[in-house]
């Protein structure tokens, strides 16, 4: 009997020990998000948002990373510097190493030197400011530079609509993005001979009027009206517009391109140009699965900001996976650097910028249609 006693506590000691290993080895990797889940810009976070759950939960229904359990641990930074930092604070003090986000340049610039006093990361699908460009830092992201789309826009519109005066209205609640695209355009367009005949800055906010604006914006007689905006004061200046100009020609930057502007701006859509990442003609069985699953996951169109937080999951996934004991993320990003995407390579160079292949898209039918 004796024996038999000391044979239980053994083997219950064996089991507990067995039970802890099994334990220890189920420590989740746990990954951060942040982006602006309430207010004007939420589709743009809440996008970004699912497509990164949505990649997490299918490597979880492939058996997670190395048998470890993946969690997305999301933060709402209100698309407010402060409660961005404060967010941010709460993901490096539970040792998050790796945050997905943000999803608007004017946060990223607020909380980027928090980010570089830790040991964390910043992924980010959709930050273009070019104010973050060539910079060895902890902010890292998937998607080019303002440089790149504004100047595609710019010669687009000038070498294929013969478009030769612009007059721009952009959004300076979003600065470090909106001026950096201004910037660029007005580089990439007056190289080409083109010219910028007004420039018209507004804060975007609940109280803004933006009949007085489109009324300047027209009676510059421009070829075109270029807004730099997000989707929601895209859509209503461009209804604006055609009320008094039907056939004014309109680009928009990539902020606005969402399914949400079409949605609002109606009829008032068509026709609008914008250079982005996104091929939404894409007939590829990967990127047809992945449509296929987000619809069936969130009841809605992922739109540029669900593909890219679907892309930067990926990478943040792959780069756990292939991670050596005591190896910095950062440095296993830089050392790969190129990742697949769902539509194409992701080319990260050594500041942690990436190169990405951008189309031009113009809007038909409710639509864009890639025409670039």
Known sequence: MRRFMRFMGLAQCVAAVA???????A?????????????????????????????VEQRMASGGINGRPVELVVRDDEQNPEKAKQVVAELIGQNIELIIGPMTSSIAMAVVPQ???SRSILLSPTVTT??????????????SSTRDYATKSARY???????????????????????????????????????????????SGKDTVFQPLVEELLAAKSDGVLIISNAVDSALICQLIRKQASGKRIAMSEWASTERFMELAGAASEGVTVSQFLDRNDTSPRYREFLAAYRARFKQEPGFAGVAGYDAALVAL??????????????????KKTFQGLQQPL????????????????IRNNTYVTVE
Do not use: M
């Open 19 to 25: 039970l802890l290993a099994a334990c220890q080895k």
């Open 130 to 143: 070019t104010d973050l460009a060539g910079k060895d830092d902890n902010f890292l992201r998937i998607i």
């Open 318 to 335: 792959e780069v756990f996976s292939h991670r050596r004991e005591g190896q910095n993320l950062k440095d296993v990003i830089i050392g």
């Open 157 to 203: 519109q000038y070498e294929k609509l013969g478009t030769r005066t612009v007059a721009v209205i952009y959004d300076t609640g979003n600065k470090a993005y909106s001026e950096s695209w201004l910037n660029d355009f007005r580089s990439a367009f007056e190289g080409f001979g083109g010219r910028l005949v007004l420039v018209k800055p507004f804060q």
């Open 115 to 117: 980010i570089n006093a």
């Open 347 to 362: 080319n990260i160079d050594r500041f942690g910028d990436a190169d990405r292949r951008s189309f031009v898209t113009t």
């Open 27 to 55: 420590e989740p990797v746990r990954i951060g998000f942040v982006g602006g889940l309430s207010g004007k810009v939420a589709d743009l976070g809440v996008a970004g948002r699912n497509g990164a759950q949505l990649a």
